[in-house]
């Protein structure tokens, strides 16, 4: 199929932001997956990124810019969001904890969607809250599938290991007893682009006097059922 529109400067555009949602590149590496010549790659990507539309990552590399994200927003195309609600009030319901949607933000995970427990002893997390992604399950599944440099780098000062995060990327699910606060325990499972990138984590928490010091047993295969649906309309939404 000829994805060509006709105006080449836009389609190798395209082809370099295509590109990079699988991840950061060096030029190098930008040039092997576009096919571009490696002039018209970084000229494609330094224009890109004069517009926010690409970005730079602490090693210099490569990734989607912020600007994206802002354009979403505002043309009110996040399909995610828009399915999240329903989905967070199915599993609050199920398991009878507050239900809460969080992505990455730099060095910090911000809560994007919730559905709290009405009454009795639970875990309040406001939407636009931002949480360190030093603690907690989210933030375990948040950084389980990152590449190792940036793995490494976000567990120095964790509260968890890379062990633990071993067993996270095993099992599909985080679990956290005690890790952000005292008392609190979670479960969390990861959302997924097309791509197969890690754009979301879906969580549950409450108090470990209900969800054990075992949470992961009682509710991991309904958090993880919650991720797989959110996933599932980010892949139709890709067709």
């Not at 071993?166 to 099992?171: F, L, N, P, T």
Request: glycine fraction near 10%; hydrophobic fraction near 45%; charged fraction near 20%.
């Amino acid at each position: 199929m000829d994805n060509s529109s006709g105006v080449g400067v836009l389609d190798k555009a395209a082809i370099v932001l295509s590109a990079l949602e699988s991840g950061p590149a060096t030029l190098a590496q930008l040039v092997t997956a576009t096919g571009l010549a490696r002039p018209t790659a970084h000229r494609l990507a330094v224009a890109l990124e004069h517009h926010r539309l690409v970005a730079r990552d602490m090693q210099g590399r490569f990734v989607l810019g912020p600007r994206l994200n802002e354009l979403a927003t505002a043309a009110g195309e996040d399909r995610l969001l828009g399915a999240a609600n329903p989905v967070l009030t199915a599993l609050r319901d199920h398991t009878g904890e507050s239900a809460q949607l969080y992505r990455r933000q730099g060095d910090q995970r911000i809560c994007v969607a919730s559905a709290e427990r009405p009454v009795g002893l639970r875990d309040s997390i406001p939407v636009g809250a931002a949480l360190t992604m030093q603690a907690g399950s989210a933030a375990q599944v948040l950084l389980a599938w990152e590449e190792p440099d940036r793995l490494h780098r976000g567990l120095q000062g964790a509260e968890f290991t890379a062990t633990i995060l071993s067993g996270v990327r095993r099992r599909g699910w985080a679990q956290s007893v005690g890790e952000r606060e005292p008392g609190v325990a979670s479960v969390s499972a990861p959302v997924r682009s097309p791509s197969g990138r890690i754009v979301a984590a879906v969580s549950i928490s409450g108090p470990v006097e209900r969800l054990t010091r075992q949470p992961g047993r009682l509710h991991a295969p309904s958090v993880v059922a919650a991720a797989n649906r959110l996933t599932e309309v980010l892949r139709r939404a890709g067709e």
